[in-house]
C-alpha cells in the first residue's frame, strides 16, 4: 500500500508541541515527544505512520512520523521489484490542496515546512477497513474494499 504524507522529525515535533528539544541520544525522549504528537494528530481526526529515513541501518535511528493524508493500493511484488527496495522510485507526485487542509487540520493552522513524502506500508494481514477509523479525515478513495 502506498502512504502518502509529510513527515515530521522529532525536533519538528517538540517544536510543533512547544516542549523542549529533542535528545537524540535518549530513546525515552522519544518516545515521549512521538507519543504526545500521536495523540496530536489522532484527536483532529488525523491518522500517522512511524516512518524511517531512509538511511535505515541504524535501526536505532528514531526516523520520524508521517502526517498520513492519503492511502492508495499497491503490490507489494511491485514494490519488491523495485532496486533494492528504493523508497524513491515509487510513484510519486506533488502536493495537493486536499493535503494542504489536512495538515493545517491536523496542526491546527500552524504554518510548518514539512517534506511531503510517498511511502510503501507493507500491510501484511491487515484489510485498508481495519486501520482507516470512522470520521478520519484522511483520503482513501484509491483503496479497494
Known amino acids: 500500500m ?3 504524507g509529510y513527515l515530521v522529525s522529532y525536533e519538528e515535533m517538540a517544536r510543533i508541541l512547544g516542549i523542549a528539544p529533542h535528545n537524540p541520544d535518549d530513546e525515552d525522549d ?5 507519543f504526545k504528537f500521536v495523540k496530536l494528530v489522532r484527536d483532529r481526526k488525523g491518522l500517522e505512520e512511524i516512518a524511517r529515513h531512509p538511511d535505515y541501518l541504524d535501526l536505532r ?17 511491485r514494490f519488491v521489484d523495485l532496486d ?21 487540520v ?9 517534506p ?7 500491510d501484511g494481514y ?20
Open 61 to 77: 535511528s528514531p526516523g520520524g512520523i508521517l502526517i498520513v493524508t492519503e492511502y492508495a493500493e499497491y503490490s507489494g511484488y
Open 30 to 34: 522519544c518516545s515521549r515527544i512521538g
Open 2 to 4: 502506498l502512504v502518502r
Open 126 to 145: 491487515v484489510t485498508p477497513r481495519e486501520i482507516i477509523p470512522q470520521g478520519c479525515i484522511v483520503d482513501t478513495t484509491l483503496l479497494k474494499y
Open 106 to 114: 491536523v496542526l491546527d493552522g500552524r504554518q510548518v515546512e514539512l
Open 116 to 122: 511531503f513524502v510517498t511511502c510503501y506500508k507493507d
Open 84 to 104: 533494492k527496495y528504493d523508497q524513491s522510485k515509487l510513484p510519486q507526485r506533488e502536493e495537493n490542496e486536499r493535503d494542504k487542509e489536512i495538515k493545517a
